[in-house]
Each structure stands twice: as structure tokens, then as C-alpha cells.
């Protein structure tokens, strides 16, 4: 074969390649949002330069009450915390049969745990937490047939999913370091 033969055979080869992306790793689809806390901060994950974890809870989920505290002084330890996103989601909009939660009933239950309002979202409309389902973050939860398992994690960097944890594991903080 000649040498442009070969360019050119090399060239097909890659662009066949590219498209059926075996040898390259599938881009997933980024997950970008923007979502106000419940002192009134609008947040805006495309400004976000660090990993996020966004720590996924309801009210009535027994296993976020020593979940959620654990998670955030760790993060405070780490000097982390403005990396952490507590969110909420519409649970009518996630198929749940139960009572939805409301902004006042957030408040007090985050009032209850210790953590500051700044860092506790209220996703209403069930935006955020329907991207996410989108981009095939809760394999463990679609299997089952719902949108979300309580209590889940996603770590974000730069709006790709790096990591999630569905449902309570008591390792779930030395898996979400690892994510750095």
C-alpha cells in the first residue's frame, strides 16, 4: 500500500470509529441548571469551577436524618460545603403517592438537622431532578420503576455525572471523596 493509501484507510478507520464510538468513551448529556436555595440565592451550576454533590431528600426519608448532617460536616471539614446542593424534588412530579413537601415544612426540617437555608433547594417543578433521570442518573430507581430512590447522590463536575449513590450505604461518604 502507498502512503496515502494508508492516510486515507487510517482516516476512514477513525472516522468509523468516532461515530460508532467503540474506542472513544459516549458523551453523556450534560446536565446544567439553575435552581434558587431557600434563603432566595439563585444557583447556577454552569459557574460552578468544583465538583457538586447534590444530595437528594424529602422530609419524610428516615435514612436522611443522619444522612444529611453527616454529609454536610464532612463537606464543612473539607472546606467543601459551598459544593454541596440539598435538594428537595417535587415528589408528585417523581410518582410518590405521599404527601408532597412544602417550603415550610423544609424549612423547619432543615431548622431540625442543623444545615443553613443557603444550601437547601426546593426543585417544585421537579426540573432538576427530571435532567437527571434524563441523563440516566438513577439506574437503580428506573429499574424499580420510579424517577428517584431516597436518599440519592449525584456528583456533578463541570455537568457530567461522575458518580451516584441510590439508596442509604454506609460508605457513602468515602465514595463521594472518591469522586474527586
Known amino acids: 500500500m502507498t502512503a496515502p493509501r494508508i492516510l486515507l484507510s487510517a482516516l476512514l478507520l477513525g472516522v468509523l470509529l468516532a461515530t460508532s464510538g467503540v474506542g472513544w468513551a459516549q458523551d ?14 439563585l444557583f447556577d451550576s ?22 444529611m448532617p453527616a454529609l454536610w460536616r464532612r463537606m464543612q471539614a473539607q472546606g467543601r460545603e459551598a459544593q454541596l446542593l440539598f435538594v428537595n424534588p417535587y415528589v408528585p412530579e417523581l410518582g410518590i403517592q405521599d404527601q408532597p413537601d412544602t417550603e415550610r415544612r423544609i424549612r423547619q426540617f432543615v431548622r431540625k438537622l442543623g444545615l443553613p437555608e443557603e ?12 435532567r437527571l433521570a434524563r441523563a440516566e442518573a438513577f439506574p437503580q430507581a428506573q429499574r424499580l420503576g420510579t424517577l428517584m430512590l431516597f436518599p440519592s447522590i ?7 455525572i461522575q458518580r451516584v449513590l441510590e439508596g442509604s450505604d454506609p460508605e457513602f461518604l468515602q465514595q463521594i471523596e472518591a469522586s474527586w
Do not use: H, N, Y
Not at 28 to 41: D, E, T, W
Not at 119 to 130: I, P, Q, Y
Not at 154 to 160: F, S, T
Open 28 to 41: 453523556k448529556p450534560s446536565v446544567r441548571f439553575r435552581i434558587r436555595s431557600l434563603s432566595g440565592a
Open 46 to 67: 454552569r459557574q460552578a469551577a468544583e465538583p457538586l454533590v447534590l444530595s437528594f431528600f424529602f422530609t419524610r426519608c428516615p435514612p436522611c436524618l443522619e444522612e
Open 119 to 130: 444550601r437547601v433547594f426546593f426543585d417544585e417543578l421537579g426540573t432538576l431532578a427530571k
Open 154 to 160: 449525584v456528583v456533578l463536575k463541570q455537568g457530567q
